[in-house]
């Protein structure tokens, strides 16, 4: 075999090695893809600030995510010897959004919905109500409710039922409920009080006859007496409550105030203090009887 012939084998040879070998090599240096595991259905809440989307990754590679391994800040996730980049999103509209995330070469795409999440706030007055038995109590009047996205007119208020002819402490709950659905629920006390009695008019017309008695045997304490008589109102209940305007010391002023007019009148009169739920008072009930 000529030198030609035999250099023109080994040239074919290596070629042939050459050849193979890159394509091996070639296929050996393809990377295969990562995979992303995602959160299931992510909900996000309407005009949220400062979103952390690397939160809804939980696993890349086989590698579980861990909080250490986050970076909120840069919205990076690192990973042994890659990272991975989270998309940044917008929650100023509602309805289903997009978020890129980008391993090396790879991009996946998680879809989440911003959607209103946040319950209604209820705002009470007064979070007792004293009531004598009998008389009406219209507990809405008291109440006011804010929401992040739905008019104060589209809350729907939902109030509990009291007896008012039910002498004692009831416990009433509220609910607000948003036009999304959320809901926030708290309580207001209702105190009823036992109507004070009237006097009957029996009991009135014994009174007049004696002091006509006393009339006969003494004229001038007979006048006084009958100007009392019918001076003396009847019995009732005033309350000077501070969500009213009173204050610790305007109520107690107030109420003795009207407490000395009664006395003059020839009724009995007490002033006592309101107070709610912890002990704290506020306000001062006039009793005159």
């Known amino acids: 075999m000529n030198k030609k012939r035999k250099l023109r084998l080994y040239a074919f040879f290596f070629f042939t090695v050459f050849v193979l070998g890159g394509c091996d090599l070639f296929e050996a ?17 309407y ?19 861990k909080k250490s391994a986050i970076d909120s800040d840069k919205r990076k996730i690192y990973i042994s010897n890659y990272e991975v980049s989270c998309g940044s999103i917008s929650t100023q509209k ?34 007792t109500f004293e009531i004598t038995e009998g008389e009406t109590l219209s507990i809405k009047e008291h109440i006011s409710v804010k929401d992040n996205v739905d008019k104060a007119d589209e809350v729907k208020v939902e109030i509990g039922k009291f007896d008012v002819n039910k002498i004692g402490n009831q416990e ?12 926030t629920t708290t309580s207001v006390k209702v105190v009823v009080k036992k109507k004070p009695e009237e006097q009957k008019p029996e009991e009135q017309n014994n009174s007049n006859s004696s002091n006509d008695g006393q009339n006969s045997s003494n004229q001038n304490s007979t006048q006084q007496n009958s100007n009392q008589t019918q001076q003396k109102p009847s019995p009732y209940i005033k309350d000077f409550l501070f969500v009213d305007g009173y204050n ?25 203090d ?15 009887y």
């Open 274 to 288: 309101i107070l709610d739920a912890s002990g704290d008072p506020i306000g001062q009930r006039l009793t005159v």
């Open 94 to 127: 509602m309805g289903e959004v997009t978020i890129d995330y980008k391993v090396e070469e790879d991009i996946f795409t998680l879809t989440v919905e911003i959607k209103d999440l946040e319950s209604p706030v209820i705002e009470l007055s007064k979070e």
């Open 29 to 45: 240096d393809v990377s295969t893809a990562h995979e992303i595991t995602f959160q299931e259905k992510v909900e996000i809440n």
């Open 172 to 183: 009433i709950e509220i609910k607000a409920i948003d036009t999304s659905g959320n809901s």
């Open 248 to 272: 610790r010391i305007t109520a107690p002023q107030s109420c003795q105030k009207e407490m000395l007019e009664a006395f003059s009148k020839g009724s009995s009169a007490t002033c006592n």
């Open 47 to 65: 005009k949220e600030k400062n979103v952390d989307t690397c939160s809804f990754v939980l696993n890349v590679d086989g590698h579980n995510i």
